[in-house]
């Protein structure tokens, strides 16, 4: 024989969302506040510079520059692309972190500046930027 009571049992749960919650902010304020630490931990240096001094080694940088006819210019230099390919192919063998800047002139169209990025692809080179300028302030 079961005797009822009027209170119903409650079963005791364990409610995950607020503790999910709750993790999601402390995460979040852990990582806003140690953004801030770096930032105060920085000193600022007047170190002094010398004149006479040049630099010795250029760092290995290929500026590639696109004109309005689509034509490759490599350091204001003009050159066609059986020679770019085998510039690019042998920089490339040289140092496989080579980075490549592709600058396109204001009057080039965006299938020109695509297709020496293709280009450039297919040379091997992964590290491929277009160079943007900043557009001047407007009052």
Do not use: C
């Not at 204001?106 to 692809?121: C, P, Q, R, W």
């Amino acid at each position: 024989m079961k005797i009822r009571t009027p209170i119903p049992e409650k079963k005791s749960r364990l409610e995950i969302i607020p503790l999910i919650d709750i993790m999601f902010f402390l995460l979040a304020s852990f990582m806003m506040i140690s953004l801030q630490m770096q930032i105060v931990r920085t000193v600022k240096a007047n170190l002094p510079t010398a004149t006479l001094a040049t630099p010795t080694k250029k760092p290995d940088i290929v500026n590639l520059t696109v004109n309005r006819d689509g034509q490759v210019s490599v350091d204001d230099k003009a050159m066609a692309f059986p020679e770019l390919l085998t510039l690019l192919t042998n920089r490339y063998s040289l140092n496989t972190n080579l980075p490549v800047y592709i600058t396109g002139a204001h009057s080039a169209t965006h299938g020109s500046v695509m297709f020496v990025l293709d280009f450039v692809k297919r040379a091997g080179i992964q590290r491929v930027a277009i160079a943007v300028k900043a557009a001047p302030d407007q009052p």
